[in-house]
């Protein structure tokens, strides 16, 4: 059975791709609670509906105000057939069909060794992938989570290998392969911040966690792209992530006079002097060290070099 990808030829959001699992449907529309959004006046709140099914693609129009077209033609609901132009205010959507991965050999007799809670599933169990760079996780975690999908997604970059679990569409666990000293909250707000690499969604089998994370799906994306924005305005006034925290002498003032998460910081750059270690084993998220950090440099309780 072939798979499915909206690619944008032409608009304001050509070159973006966007996947079409199996047995869901997707909202495009200019809401921030659609699936697909689109920031464009010619389309409507909720503008049209793509549902898989079966092998079939089928669009359906929301009533929309300015309609949808299908290879020219104005519809109201249409099946979708691979390399059918889709036009949606300002862009033009071609359906395209991907090949599932092949399945891996038939491993050799062998003793098999026991599966530990963290191991994964096989590459054949793959239920969709791709780019995100193509497919920013914003847009897919919000994807997931309107088709109630499950299952672990792995993301894989020059920063990193994350995981990103999920239960009913829900983010229930996070974590940073390697790197155990990252909670589940605080692995997935850094693991989100990243824009190129790529992604597969497996079914996570029986994998228990010691801690899950509490926050709404949409809440964690919301808060995500937050960060995100202020972060990029801190990166300027940081230091590399390989560069030597000093702790001041004389201190300029009194450490009373520091916040609790300020004089966190404050004793891992005593005991931890590099900066990727003192973020690491930060409690909070690092956007929080980020800005504590900041502010330390700032007032001259903490150097660098």
């Not at 450490?255 to 609790?260: G, M, P, S, Y």
């Not at 998460?261 to 931890?272: A, D, G």
């Amino acid at each position: 059975m072939l798979q499915y990808v909206l690619r944008f030829v032409a608009g304001k959001d050509q070159g973006r791709e966007f996947p079409l699992p199996q047995d869901l449907y997707i909202v495009i529309g200019r809401v921030s609670d659609v699936d697909v959004l689109l920031l464009d006046e010619k389309v409507s709140r909720k503008h049209a509906k793509i549902s898989t099914h079966g092998g079939k693609v089928m669009i359906e129009d929301l009533a929309s105000r300015n309609g949808t077209f299908v290879n020219g033609a104005r519809i109201r609901s249409t099946e979708l057939k691979e390399g059918d132009h889709i036009v949606i205010g300002s862009s033009t959507i071609r359906l395209v069909s991907v090949n599932e991965p092949s399945p891996p050999p038939t491993p050799s007799a062998a003793p098999s060794s026991p599966q530990t809670a963290d191991a994964l599933p096989s590459a054949g169990s793959v239920l969709i992938s791709g780019s995100i760079r193509e497919m920013p996780l914003s847009d897919l975690l919000q994807l997931f989570h309107n088709s109630r999908k499950g299952g672990v997604m792995t993301i894989r970059c020059d920063r990193g290998v994350g995981r990103i679990y999920l239960r009913d569409g829900q983010i229930y666990h996070a974590e940073i392969e390697g790197n155990p000293i990252v909670k589940a909250r605080k692995a997935f707000y850094r693991v989100f911040g990243w824009t190129e690499g790529t992604f597969d969604l497996k079914p996570a089998g029986d994998h228990r966690v010691a801690e899950e994370i509490t926050e709404s799906t949409t809440s964690l994306i919301l808060e995500g792209v937050r960060q995100l924005d202020e972060i990029r305005i801190l990166e300027p006034k940081l230091p590399k992530p390989d560069a030597r925290l000093h702790v001041a002498e004389p201190l300029p003032g009194n450490l009373r006079d520091l916040a609790t998460e300020e004089i966190q910081l404050f004793e891992l750059v005593v005991h931890h002097n590099v900066m990727e270690t003192v973020i690491d084993n930060f409690p909070g998220t690092d956007f929080e060290a980020y800005t504590c950090l900041t502010d330390l440099l700032r007032r001259g309780f903490v150097t660098f070099g």
